[in-house]
């Protein structure tokens, strides 16, 4: 099952996820895009959002006000909706109305295939050298295997010598929903603080988070700068 967090308060851009894209709020554009590939829930904090989501056919979770990541807001609604613990939990951002569909299915895939051999899952794209100190654009290393060493919003690798490619990490999540629950209850991690990034938890708590690379036009809409960007982009 995917479900999409879909919080009303933003810091960076308030009430983002209800800019029109297509007519429709961006949520609701999340998540039409995505329903193709398997089913759907939104897992919102705010009764307006609850009444847009009924408004559009889509199915719909109350969660607290209180939580502190999509993560674990999407986890209330995982065990709100009853999933059995092995169900393969696929958590899309609200703010990827662009994310190519064809890559939500081979990354459910790769979780599904791949569910024996690590914790929780998550994707890159190859980025040029030109975008690897935005720092709203996470990046990652990985191991041979393709299981992440670190995540950070500085560049990594360092370029003491050449490194023309980065990987651009893509807030694209997959957890059985034992892992996902097992994920808000670990202990808290001093590089998730530092870094703002929730992944790092797993990472510093000892747990395999596998990567797939994929090949994404998508933008991910963090700052009106982005919403811009994506508008002009994608002709809308």
């Known amino acids: 099952m995917i479900i999409i967090p879909a919080r009303l308060a933003s810091t960076r851009f308030a009430n983002k996820i209800l800019c029109d894209i297509n007519g429709v709020p961006m949520f609701v554009a999340t998540a039409k895009r995505v329903s193709e590939c398997d089913d759907v829930a939104v897992a919102v904090d705010d009764d307006k959002i609850l009444a847009i989501a009924k408004e559009h056919g889509l199915t719909a979770v109350m969660t607290s006000k209180d939580h502190q990541s999509g993560t674990d807001r999407i986890n209330e609604a995982a065990q709100i909706l009853r999933l059995a613990k092995e169900e393969i939990v696929i958590n899309v951002q609200a703010d990827e109305p662009f994310i190519e569909p064809e890559n939500i299915l081979k990354f459910r895939n790769f979780c599904q295939t791949r569910k024996n051999e690590a914790f929780m899952f998550s994707c890159y794209k190859m980025i040029t050298d030109e975008f690897a100190d935005d720092k709203n654009l996470v990046k990652v290393v990985t191991d041979f295997d393709g299981f992440a060493l670190y995540f950070s919003r500085s560049r990594i690798p360092f370029n003491r010598s050449e490194c023309r490619k980065y990987k651009a990490h893509l807030g694209i999540y997959g957890y059985s929903a034992a892992s996902l629950r097992e994920f808000c209850s ?33 933008i991910g809409i963090d700052s009106e700068d982005d919403y811009k960007r994506a508008l002009a982009k994608f002709k809308i």
């Open 186 to 218: 670990l202990r808290s991690s001093s590089l998730e603080t530092t870094e703002k990034l929730e992944q790092l938890r797993a990472l510093e708590n000892g747990k395999r988070i596998a990567m797939l690379e994929i090949s994404s036009q998508s």
